[in-house]
């Protein structure tokens, strides 16, 4: 499929089956009056439901698709998700208008161009250096994924193309170079695909407890056949065979062809009843197959109904 808080941490069969291509954010994407936000929730929350996020379009050139997805859904998103390619700088001035908003930035950075054995030589330090930097100076929480699903074979550094040990030697050693460089303002979020036949075991690419703030899982609802328990239920315990740590949706949305109004309030609930910390909704529209349709709900009258009541129900 397809996106360290020094205060501590902590933010259908057929549906197993159908978790296999690659997310909609692969290959990923390069005002409005809006209701006040609430209390801004930042890591280190670890309460279930804490978190309701999303992608939406123009990010982070633009803050403009979040605040009319916010008015849309009647509340504020407080995590805001973009994708970063390799060598480009972390937005400062997105990450300004997100806190303003109530938001914390999330940034899937995205090793396009550069292996894995090279990031853990340190052959990209300089350019890791100056974002770490500029990280530190913005000074409020950030939470980065590194070279997420890498458990599916659809990226450069994932299965069946890259090492599963190179792969660890790259997360770490990016994770202790922003530490040594005093940004440790980052919540760093492990995040794979949706567990499925034809990808590779989750355990062979956990990097450590220590090197680990959150647990994130990519996957999407695609056909009226799947729920909640079939389509994370066997995600969640694969990663809880590996850690107790606090798991997120990373990555999700309820497809047209799933029933969007009928599959919206059983993702809901099941973040609810499994304690997860919350998820991130992928608000793009896309129209080419069944692992990338349009996932906006903006203009469904009946599916925003229903994330409407379910949000108002949202911690």
Known sequence: MTARLA????LAVAGVTLAACA?????????????????VLTPPSSKPGSYLGVYAPGVPGSYTHVEAFAKAIGRQPNLALYFSGWGEQFKASFAQTARSHGAVPMIDMNPF???????????????????????????HPVVISFA???????????????????????????????RSSGADNVAWLWSVNGVTTGEGPIRDWWPGRSYVTWVGIDAYYTQPTQDFAGLFGPTIAAIRNVTRKPLLIAETAV??????????PNLFAGVRRRHLLGFVWFDKAQNSGLYHQNWRIDDVRAALAAFRRAASNYR
């Open 7 to 10: 205060m501590a941490a902590a």
């Open 255 to 264: 497809g047209p062809l799933a029933g969007q109004a009928a599959k919206i």
């Open 148 to 178: 997420h699903e890498m458990n599916g074979s659809w990226y450069p550094w994932g299965w069946t193309r890259a090492s599963p040990k190179e792969w660890i030697k790259a997360w770490r050693h990016v994770v202790t170079l922003f």
């Open 113 to 139: 161009g550069v292996s894995m054995r090279s990031i853990a030589a340190g052959r990209s330090d300089g350019y890791l250096r100056t974002y770490a930097s500029a990280v530190r100076r913005y000074g």
């Open 23 to 39: 997310s909609p954010g692969y290959p990923y994407p390069a005002s409005t009056s809006l209701p006040s936000p609430g209390r």
